[in-house]
Protein backbone atom coordinates (compact mmCIF):
# COMPACT_ATOMS: atom_id res chain seq x y z
CA UNK A 1 0.00 0.00 0.00
CA UNK A 2 1.41 3.52 -1.20
CA UNK A 3 0.22 5.29 1.86
CA UNK A 4 2.12 2.92 3.98
CA UNK A 5 5.47 5.00 2.66
CA UNK A 6 3.51 8.81 3.84
CA UNK A 7 5.83 9.21 6.69
CA UNK A 8 6.71 12.84 7.52
CA UNK A 9 10.59 13.46 7.19
CA UNK A 10 11.41 13.40 10.95
CA UNK A 11 10.15 10.76 11.89
CA UNK A 12 11.51 8.04 9.26
CA UNK A 13 13.71 4.99 10.49
CA UNK A 14 16.19 4.72 8.54
CA UNK A 15 15.76 0.73 6.16
CA UNK A 16 18.80 0.09 4.46
CA UNK A 17 22.71 1.63 4.19
CA UNK A 18 23.96 4.55 2.95
CA UNK A 19 23.70 5.02 -0.67
CA UNK A 20 21.29 2.53 -1.34
CA UNK A 21 19.64 2.85 -4.13
CA UNK A 22 15.74 3.18 -4.32
CA UNK A 23 15.10 -0.42 -6.46
CA UNK A 24 17.86 -1.93 -3.56
CA UNK A 25 15.67 -0.15 -1.10
CA UNK A 26 11.83 -1.42 -2.28
CA UNK A 27 13.15 -4.98 -2.73
CA UNK A 28 14.21 -4.91 1.08
CA UNK A 29 10.22 -4.03 1.65
CA UNK A 30 11.41 -0.30 1.95
CA UNK A 31 10.26 2.69 0.94
CA UNK A 32 11.78 5.34 -0.82
CA UNK A 33 11.59 8.94 -1.16
CA UNK A 34 15.21 11.25 -1.97
CA UNK A 35 13.12 14.55 -1.97
CA UNK A 36 14.40 15.90 1.22
CA UNK A 37 18.05 15.77 2.08
CA UNK A 38 19.77 14.71 5.26
CA UNK A 39 16.97 12.54 6.67
CA UNK A 40 16.73 9.04 5.43
CA UNK A 41 15.91 8.25 2.02
CA UNK A 42 14.75 4.50 2.22
CA UNK A 43 13.06 4.02 5.33
CA UNK A 44 10.71 1.84 7.57
CA UNK A 45 7.04 1.85 6.38
CA UNK A 46 3.96 2.80 8.49
CA UNK A 47 2.58 -0.14 10.44
CA UNK A 48 -0.24 -1.93 8.50
CA UNK A 49 -3.56 -1.06 10.04
CA UNK A 50 -4.98 -4.43 10.35
CA UNK A 51 -8.22 -6.09 12.53
CA UNK A 52 -8.79 -9.42 13.46
CA UNK A 53 -11.65 -11.75 12.09
CA UNK A 54 -12.82 -15.03 12.45
CA UNK A 55 -12.20 -16.80 9.58
CA UNK A 56 -15.54 -17.80 7.74
CA UNK A 57 -14.57 -20.14 5.82
CA UNK A 58 -14.02 -23.20 8.24
CA UNK A 59 -11.94 -25.16 6.10
CA UNK A 60 -9.19 -22.61 6.33
CA UNK A 61 -9.36 -22.54 10.44
CA UNK A 62 -5.90 -23.47 12.44
CA UNK A 63 -7.21 -25.46 15.72
CA UNK A 64 -6.41 -23.25 18.70
CA UNK A 65 -7.13 -25.90 20.89
CA UNK A 66 -7.93 -29.47 21.54
CA UNK A 67 -11.28 -31.89 21.76
CA UNK A 68 -13.80 -31.14 23.71
CA UNK A 69 -12.53 -27.52 24.34
CA UNK A 70 -15.19 -25.61 26.15
CA UNK A 71 -16.29 -22.24 24.27
CA UNK A 72 -15.08 -20.17 27.35
CA UNK A 73 -11.40 -21.62 27.76
CA UNK A 74 -11.53 -21.23 23.60
CA UNK A 75 -11.89 -17.65 24.37
CA UNK A 76 -10.22 -17.30 27.00
CA UNK A 77 -6.59 -18.09 24.97
CA UNK A 78 -7.95 -15.40 22.93
CA UNK A 79 -9.46 -17.38 19.61
CA UNK A 80 -12.84 -17.84 17.96
CA UNK A 81 -15.37 -20.49 18.98
CA UNK A 82 -18.19 -22.07 16.24
CA UNK A 83 -19.17 -25.31 17.43
CA UNK A 84 -19.97 -26.16 13.89
CA UNK A 85 -19.47 -28.10 11.13
CA UNK A 86 -18.11 -30.94 12.41
CA UNK A 87 -14.69 -32.52 11.17
CA UNK A 88 -13.07 -29.05 11.53
CA UNK A 89 -11.26 -26.99 14.44
CA UNK A 90 -14.23 -25.57 16.85
CA UNK A 91 -11.63 -23.12 18.39
CA UNK A 92 -9.67 -21.41 16.44
CA UNK A 93 -7.08 -18.41 15.71
CA UNK A 94 -8.24 -15.21 14.24
CA UNK A 95 -6.85 -14.23 11.10
CA UNK A 96 -5.38 -10.79 10.41
CA UNK A 97 -7.05 -8.38 7.99
CA UNK A 98 -5.61 -5.33 6.39
CA UNK A 99 -7.89 -2.69 6.85
Known amino acids: ARCQCKVVPRERTNCGYPGISAAECKK ?13 WCYSPKPKK ?3 VCPNDPYTRINCGH ?7 CTRKGCCFRAHPAGVPWCFYHRVMEE
Open 28 to 40: IGCCFNASVPSVP
Open 50 to 52: VKK
Open 67 to 73: PGIKPRE
